[in-house]
């Protein structure tokens, strides 16, 4: 079953496309997170996932080898429709995903839990998820691990939003002190071509003085 759309879908995808994070490289503190959340919940697959207009994209992940699915069989898309753990112990025992293409097909998934990454304006990216190919629950330290550390990831995307800013800040520092460097240079020009003017009006009058 296809996920509603968020009521917030507008506002919640400008503010994911601020953090222009989408296709990027892999980096190191990602996949850390990731690899982390496989293990404590003991499950063979984790992803950080983002979730775009037609597609869910993987920032990191672990046991899979693809890089995004569609949205439209995305479990992702239903775990942003909320602020806490999305979880589903069977999905063969869920009439929302029992016939999914991602069910019944590779990775065969049977269980899922997704910790939406929650904004600081209130919108939901994405979701640190683990998956396995069996039935599975998490304990409820478990749990509130996978809500710690989809925290922490939505600090590290935090921390490159600000460092985007702040790169662009700085850029439209320097595009401004050159525009004004040009244009006290030209002022300058302006001051010595006038500076020029006057002289030359003077010796006219002074020749003209001279003749009469």
């Known amino acids: 079953m296809k996920a509603p759309i968020p ?6 995808l400008e503010v994911l496309w601020q953090y222009d994070v989408l296709d990027s490289v892999p980096e190191n503190v990602f996949d850390d997170l990731t690899e982390l ?3 404590i919940c003991e499950a063979p697959i984790a992803m950080i996932t983002l979730v775009d207009e037609k597609r869910q994209w993987f920032k990191s992940k672990i046991g899979i080898s693809a890089n995004e699915t569609s949205r439209d069989i995305s ?3 239903h775990a942003i ?4 753990l999305f979880i589903v112990p069977d999905t063969q025992e869920d009439a929302r995903f029992a016939n999914s293409p991602l069910v019944t097909g590779e990775p065969k998934i049977r269980f899922y839990a997704g910790a939406p990454l929650i904004s600081p304006e ?4 994405g979701t640190l998820c683990v998956i ?3 039935p599975h629950t998490l304990r409820p330290d478990q749990k509130r691990a996978l ?3 989809s925290g922490h990831v939505m600090t590290q995307l935090e921390l490159r939003r600000r460092s985007l800013e702040l790169t662009r800040a700085r850029a439209e520092r320097e595009s401004i002190l050159c525009d004004l460097r040009l244009a006290r240079a030209e002022l300058a020009r302006a001051k010595r071509q006038l500076s020029a003017n006057e002289t030359q009006l003077r010796k006219g009058r002074r020749a003209l003085a001279g003749r009469g």
Request: proline share 0%; hydrophobic share 40%.
């Open 132 to 134: 396995d190919k069996v």
């Open 147 to 149: 809500e710690i550390l």
């Open 37 to 39: 959340a496989a293990h």
């Open 81 to 84: 429709l909320q602020n806490k």
């Open 122 to 125: 209130g919108q939901a990216l």
């Open 7 to 12: 009521k917030t879908e507008k506002k919640r």
């Open 75 to 77: 479990f992702c898309a």
